[in-house]
Nanobody
Framework: VQLQAYGGGLVQAGGYLRLSCQAS????????MGWFRQAPGKERDFVAA????????FYADSVKGRFTISRDNAKNTVYLQMNSLKPEDTAVYYC?????????????????WGQGTLVTVSS
């Protein structure tokens, strides 16, 4: 599975962005999908994940209530709607695909990774 993330950019605090992750090479309908982010000088952290059917979603505490993950298996695409953005949300955002485990926030759960898309939130 090849993953291509896009939709990043520069936005003011309080604004919104929607990231997309387009998959190719294989359908993602069987995969558990996640978003991670990496701020400058920091480790890559879990942001959100969604089950293969889209029936359940999971979020990091830092984004709960502001971010929404969704998927459209017919379009082979996963989305991350980010509202009420804060300067601390500034990071490179990565999408990833894996097989479901209870350890959905761990990078090791995900076998496939896309390149990142940069989100910059100005204060």
């Amino acid at each position: 599975v090849q993953l291509q993330a896009y939709g990043g950019g520069l936005v003011q605090a309080g604004g919104y962005l929607r990231l997309s992750c387009q998959a190719s090479g294989r359908t993602i309908s069987a995969y558990f999908m996640g978003w991670f982010r990496q701020a400058p000088g920091k480790e890559r952290d879990f942001v959100a994940a969604i089950t293969s059917s889209g029936g359940r979603a999971f979020y990091a505490d830092s984004v709960k209530g502001r971010f929404t993950i969704s998927r459209d298996n017919a379009k082979n695409t996963v989305y991350l709607q980010m509202n009420s953005l804060k300067p601390e949300d500034t990071a490179v955002y990565y999408c990833a695909a894996g097989v479901w485990t209870s350890d959905y926030s761990s990078m090791s759960t995900y076998a496939y990774w896309g390149q990142g898309t940069l989100v910059t939130v100005s204060s």
